[in-house]
């Protein structure tokens, strides 16, 4: 069992940044694909970014957040961080850390590939 634990969320205005964390419990970490999805008021959870198992080698971004988005990860402290620049007021959201243990065809953009999950932590843009 992993527990994926978020944070960094909170408000800032368009044109800021925010640095997400999520922290994973247990000894194998560097063996997952580690995701960020986001979530807005109803509409369906979307893949933000992915970066592949132990060196992270691999990364994907939505378009929307391309170049202002990037994924990273530290293996040596069970972490991986979503660097958030240039944020818009649609960037507003909660985003989920998640973590997928099997590999799947690159980029695993189906939430359903993904084990464990997050608590959330919300990200509010203002304009």
């Known amino acids: 069992q992993v527990q994926l634990v978020e944070s960094g969320g909170g408000l800032v205005q368009a044109g800021g940044s925010l640095r997400l964390s999520c922290a994973a419990s247990?000894?194998?970490?560097?063996?997952?694909?580690m995701g960020w999805f986001r979530q807005a008021p109803g509409k369906e959870r979307d893949l933000v970014a992915a970066i592949s198992r132990r060196s992270g080698d691999m990364t994907y971004y939505a378009d929307s957040v391309k170049d202002r988005f990037t994924i990273s990860r530290d293996n040596a402290k069970n972490t991986v961080y979503l660097q958030m620049n240039s944020l818009k007021p649609e960037d507003t959201a909660v985003y989920y850390c998640?973590?997928?243990?099997?590999?799947?065809?690159?980029?695993?953009?189906?939430?359903?590939?993904?084990?464990?999950w997050g608590q959330g932590t919300q990200v509010t843009v203002s304009s």
């Open positions: 998640a973590a997928a243990v099997v590999g799947r065809p690159w980029p695993p953009v189906r939430s359903d590939n993904y084990d464990y």
């Open positions: 247990g000894r194998t970490f560097s063996l997952y694909t």
